[in-house]
C-alpha cells in the first residue's frame, strides 16, 4: 500500500480524483458560516478546503475529509468491501513510531503570549454552542508506567486565549487523567489537528491490550508514525501534523463546558477538566481540520472503527454469522445482525453478545441471511413481515447509557432486541418472491448494456 505521509499528501491525492475535493473561495466567517458550507452534504459529499476564512488570512480549513466510505478505503489502500477486515488486520499487527529531529510542525513555534483565538480559525457550529470548539483535535498522553501512548479525539471548547475545556468520558485518556489528578499531578496532553488519515481512524480505536494507539496508526499506513518532542511537554508529538497545541491539566479545577451541539444531535453541557496551553506550533500555509458533529465524516469514522471489532469478534463466537452493520444516521446507536440460525434463541444469544461488546448500542436486529443487512428498506420489511412484537421484541432495562443520549435518565437506558428472522417451526410461509435466475440475470444484462447501468441493483435473493 501507499502510505500517506501527513494530510497534505491525501488531499493531493484526491485532488486527482474528479468530484472528491472542492475548493471554495468565497469568504466565509469562522462563526456558523464555515461550519454550515462543511456539512451541506449530509452524505456522500466532496471534501471541501474554505481557503478564505475572514480574519484569518494565510489559514485554510478542511472538512469532510474521511466523509465516505470510499476516501476511507482510498486512505487505507483498501477496497471498499475490505475496509473492515483490512482495517481490523492491520490494526491488530502495530508498527510502533520513529523519532525524528527535523519536523514540517515545527516550522512556526509559540511559546509566549499564547492566543488561540486570534492565531487559529476555530469553528463555532451551531446557534446554541457556548463558543469555539475543536473538533478534529489527535489528544495524545503518554504512560510512563506502562510505555503506551494514549490518544482520542475529544471535543475542546476555546475558553480564553491560552486555556481549553476538554470533555473526557471515554477511556484510554480518561482512565489516565483520573489517575495522574489522583496523585495531584497534571496530565501533559498534545493535540494534533490536521493529521494524516490513518492516525485519524487510529485515535478512535480500541486498542485495549493489542498495540497502542499510534502503533495502529503505523500499521494502518503501513510506515511508522514520526515523532518529534515537543518545546514544553515530556512529550513526542506527531511531527508531519499542521497544528500541534502542548498543554496540560490543572488538578482538582472543573468549570462548565459547553453546551455544545454534539453528534447525536442534541446540546450537552458538562462540568469538565481545565487545559493551560503552553505552547503551539504548526506548519507554514497551514490546514485547520474540523470535523461537524453529527454529520457523515464522525459517523463514518466511528462506525468503521466499531464494525470491524464487532465482525470480527461476532465472527469468532457466534455461529452461522453472516455479516454486521450500523444502521446510518444512529451514530451507532442501532445496528443489525445477520445470521444463519438454527433456532430462535440464537438470535437472541447473538444480539445480546453484540450488546455486550460495544456498549454505546441500543438496539440490535436480528435478520436472516436472505435479507440484505446493509438495506434499511430490506430491514424494515423483515421486522415487518416476520416479528410479532409479544414474542420477538426483548428490552433489558436499567443499563449505563452513552454519555450524549439525551433520552438517558440519570444516566442509565434501556436497550432493545428485535428478533426479525423466521420462525423455524412455520419457515415455510418466508420464502420470499423473486424472478427465476435466468430472468434475473437477463434484466442485469440489459440494464448494464443498454441503460448503462444506471439504476441497477439486484433484489435480495
Known amino acids: 500500500m501507499m502510505a500517506f505521509q501527513d494530510l497534505r499528501q491525501f488531499l493531493a491525492r484526491l485532488e486527482d480524483i474528479p468530484g472528491e475535493l472542492v475548493h471554495i473561495h468565497r469568504p466565509v466567517a469562522p462563526q456558523y458560516e464555515a461550519a454550515a458550507v462543511l456539512g451541506f452534504h449530509r452524505e456522500g459529499g466532496p471534501t471541501v478546503i474554505l481557503e478564505n476564512v475572514r480574519g484569518y488570512p494565510g489559514w485554510r480549513v478542511v472538512g469532510n475529509v474521511l466523509g465516505t466510505r470510499r476516501r476511507v478505503a482510498l486512505a ?25 529531529n527535523a519536523a514540517p510542525v515545527k516550522e512556526v513555534v509559540i511559546t509566549r503570549e499564547i492566543d488561540l ?20 483535535g489527535v489528544c495524545l498522553a503518554y504512560d510512563k508506567a506502562s510505555g503506551r501512548y494514549h490518544l482520542g479525539i475529544h471535543r475542546l471548547q476555546v ?9 473526557l468520558a471515554n477511556p484510554p485518556l480518561a482512565t489516565h487523567f483520573a489517575a495522574a489528578e489522583a496523585r495531584g499531578a497534571p496530565l501533559e496532553l498534545a493535540i494534533a489537528v490536521g493529521v494524516d ?33 515537543a518545546e514544553t511537554l515530556e512529550l513526542m508529538v506527531p511531527a508531519t501534523a499542521e497544528i500541534v497545541i502542548e498543554a496540560r491539566t490543572i488538578p482538582g479545577v472543573r468549570e462548565r463546558e459547553g453546551p455544545f451541539g454534539e453528534s447525536t444531535g442534541y446540546y450537552f ?35 468503521l472503527c466499531s464494525a470491524s471489532d464487532l465482525q470480527h469478534y461476532l465472527g469468532e463466537l457466534v455461529e452461522g454469522f453472516c455479516g454486521f452493520a450500523f444502521v446510518p444516521g444512529t451514530y451507532c446507536f442501532h445496528a443489525v445482525l445477520c445470521l444463519k440460525k438454527k433456532n ?56 449505563p447509557a452513552y454519555v450524549i ?48 447501468g444506471r439504476g441497477l441493483r439486484c433484489a435480495s435473493s
Open 117 to 136: 483565538t486570534a492565531l487559529l480559525p476555530v469553528l463555532t457550529y451551531h446557534e446554541g454552542d457556548a463558543g469555539p470548539y475543536l473538533t478534529a
Open 197 to 229: 488519515p490513518a492516525l485519524l481512524l487510529a485515535a478512535v480505536s480500541r486498542a485495549a491490550g493489542g498495540p497502542d494507539k499510534l502503533a495502529i496508526a503505523g500499521a494502518l499506513r503501513g510506515e511508522p508514525v514520526p515523532l518529534v518532542r
Open 76 to 100: 487505507l489502500g483498501l477496497a471498499e468491501e475490505e475496509v473492515n477486515t483490512g482495517y481490523f488486520r492491520r490494526k491488530s499487527t502495530g508498527l510502533p513510531p520513529v523519532t525524528v
Open 344 to 399: 430462535k434463541a440464537a438470535a437472541r444469544r447473538a444480539a445480546l453478545l453484540a450488546l455486550a461488546l460495544d456498549p454505546r448500542l441500543k438496539q440490535v436486529v436480528v435478520v436472516d441471511d436472505d435479507v440484505d443487512f446493509t438495506s434499511s428498506a430490506d430491514v424494515a420489511w423483515a421486522v415487518a413481515t416476520r416479528c410479532q412484537p409479544d414474542r420477538d421484541v426483548v428490552v433489558l432495562r436499567d443499563l
Open 159 to 167: 475558553k480564553g486565549p491560552d486555556r481549553l475545556g476538554i470533555l
Open 405 to 452: 443520549d439525551p433520552s438517558a435518565v440519570q444516566g442509565m437506558t434501556a436497550k432493545v432486541i428485535i428478533d426479525a428472522t423466521k420462525p423455524p417451526a412455520i419457515a415455510e410461509r418466508f420464502v420470499r418472491i423473486k424472478p427465476p435466475p435466468a430472468a434475473r440475470a437477463l434484466a442485469e444484462r440489459i440494464w448494464r448494456e443498454e441503460a448503462g
Open 269 to 303: 453541557a458538562f462540568e469538565s477538566p481545565v487545559l493551560e496551553v503552553t505552547a503551539v506550533t504548526h506548519r507554514t500555509q497551514p490546514l485547520y481540520q474540523a470535523i461537524v458533529p453529527a454529520g457523515p465524516e464522525g459517523e463514518n469514522i466511528l462506525s
